[in-house]
């Protein structure tokens, strides 16, 4: 398994460009995540899904769409950049268990990717 | 929303002294989750607490889930020059279709060999 891959590794954009983030999971996670992690500011949710068709703003959705056409895929877009979207990106994954423990939710991360926007 | 104080921001130790590093909130949580991310990579899974006194191991690694689920703490005994790394506490609350999964700020680690 390949575990959580996210492309592109680093990006510069202009102000108002578009772009989209890519992740794919193999590990046939229902669960899904974006963060953006800021110096010394740990992780922020951006976005999650719990399957596909399903998505839910997190913590600073605003300036970001996600869309979660298949269970391995969650792709997510900056319609038009902006400085204050210049940060690192991580994409993450996780199974829901259904029964016995309340949820483990174990998140396995992406390697991130590092966005700056100029 | 929930925010959770991380504590210290940063540590300079020697090999082999024993680290603890905790975690607070105003919010209780069902869950509370330790990372360790390194330089360039994402945040690894060290330890998992399900229930309220819940004490954990792992290996070097021990981490206690609070009485209050308000706060936990994370204790690395007999430090090595590869436990270097940022660590994270992260609450999480759960239940039916909801998620949310809060991190602190972090705690940077470094070990003088």
């Known amino acids: 398994n390949a575990g959580v891959t996210q492309t592109p590794k680093f990006r510069i954009l202009k102000i108002g460009q578009s772009m989209t983030l890519q992740c794919a999971q193999d590990?046939?996670?229902?669960?899904m995540y974006w963060y953006r992690q800021d110096p010394g500011m740990g992780l922020k949710l951006i976005y999650y899904?719990?399957?596909?068709?399903?998505?839910d703003k997190g913590e600073v959705p605003n300036g970001y769409n996600v869309s979660r056409s298949t269970t391995e895929d969650f792709p997510l877009r900056l319609e038009l950049a902006a400085p204050s979207q210049t940060s690192v990106y991580f994409c993450?994954?996780?199974?829901?268990?259904?029964?016995?423990?309340?949820?483990?939710?174990?998140?396995?991360f992406g390697p991130g990717t590092r966005l700056t926007v100029l | 929303g929930q925010q959770l104080n991380q504590s210290p921001q940063s540590m300079f130790i020697q090999e082999g002294e024993d680290v603890s590093m905790n975690c607070t909130s105003s919010?209780?949580?069902?869950?509370w989750l330790w990372y360790k991310q390194e330089p360039g990579e994402g945040p690894v899974l060290l330890i998992a607490?399900?229930?309220?006194?819940e004490l954990t191991s792992n290996g070097r690694l021990t981490a206690q889930f609070g009485i209050t689920r308000k706060d936990s703490f994370l204790n690395i005994s007999a430090s090595i020059p590869s436990d270097v790394g940022i660590y994270f506490c992260?609450?999480?609350?759960?239940?039916?279709?909801?998620?949310?999964?809060?991190f602190g700020k972090g705690t940077l680690l470094t070990v003088n060999p």
């Open positions: 993450a994954s996780s199974s829901r268990r259904a029964s016995g423990r309340q949820s483990t939710d174990t998140q396995y």
């Open positions: 590990m046939n996670h229902n669960y």
């Open positions: 899904s719990v399957g596909a068709g399903i998505t």
């Open positions: 919010s209780i949580f069902n869950t």
């Open positions: 607490l399900y229930k309220a006194g």
């Open positions: 992260a609450g999480l609350i759960s239940g039916g279709s909801n998620y949310k999964l809060t």
